[in-house]
T-cell receptor, first 113, second 113 residues
Framework: RKEVEQDPGPFNVPEGATVAFNCTYS??????FFWYRQDCRKEPKLLMS?????NEDGRFTAQLNRASQYISLLIRDSKLSDSATYLC??????????????WGLGTSLAVNP | NAGVTQTPKFRILKIGQSMTLQCTQD?????MYWYRQDPGMGLKLIYY???????DKGEVPNGYNVSRSTTEDFPLRLELAAPSQTSVYFC????????????FGEGSRLTVL
């Protein structure tokens, strides 16, 4: 089982739709969680951190479910510019007692006119 | 504010050649990382550094070397380039603590023929 798993998609949605992605993680010692977006042939950029209580930034809402070990990203009122790959990132303690970032393979979103 | 700057953006190498990918950041971040991303694949950590003079291997360090003589610079050296090193290389930096809030350079596309 991969440490961080995402549905690769692609998710094809019309403009204005609401779309949600999930990301599951296997290490119960995971500490911190993040969503990044990566446009085609560009670098990843931090979209938002995911807090235990859930957090919202405009049209984007992130949730954490520690019991079921998954995080989610909800995008409301999708825009064409939301088309990208969304990467889930989990920070864990590794065997050497150091922090380690584990990257998911990403979920591809295409918002259509 | 330049952030993280990588050079070169593109490079074609012949098998067996060597080269250095340059990375510099102006945010005074302690943590710096080198990742590679193959088409359709996730980010794989090559090397990372928690501060000047300190480097450590990531998941895929073979065929690469790094140094960190200053806080700002974290060059990646490819020795004896092989076709398997054809990839997009991203340098990233992050604040103290090794959190998941990373800032990436625009990437260096390397082709080994």
């Amino acid at each position: 089982r991969k440490e961080v798993e995402q549905d690769p998609g692609p998710f094809n949605v019309p403009e204005g739709a609401t779309v949600a992605f999930n990301c599951t993680y296997s290490n119960s010692a995971s500490q911190s969680f993040f969503w990044y977006r990566q446009d085609c042939r560009k670098e990843p950029k931090l979209l938002m951190s995911v807090y235990s209580s859930g957090n919202e930034d405009g049209r984007f809402t992130a949730q954490l479910n520690r019991a079921s070990q998954y995080i989610s990203l909800l995008i409301r009122d999708s825009k064409l510019s939301d088309s990208a790959t969304y990467l889930c990132v989990v920070r864990v303690w590794n065997a050497g007692n150091n922090r380690k970032l584990i990257w998911g393979l990403g979920t591809s979103l295409a918002v259509n006119p | 504010n330049a952030g993280v700057t990588q050079t070169p953006k593109f490079r074609i190498l012949k098998i067996g050649q060597s080269m250095t990918l340059q990375c510099t950041q102006d945010m005074n971040h302690n943590y710096m990382y080198w990742y590679r991303q193959d088409p359709g694949m996730g980010l794989k950590l090559i090397y990372y550094s928690v501060g000047a003079g300190i480097t450590d291997k990531g998941e895929v360090p073979n065929g690469y070397n790094v140094s960190r003589s200053t806080t700002e610079d974290f060059p990646l050296r490819l020795e004896l380039a092989a076709p398997s090193q054809t990839s997009v290389y991203f340098c990233a930096s992050g604040p103290p603590g090794g959190g998941g809030e990373l800032f990436f350079g625009e990437g260096s596309r390397l082709t080994v023929l």
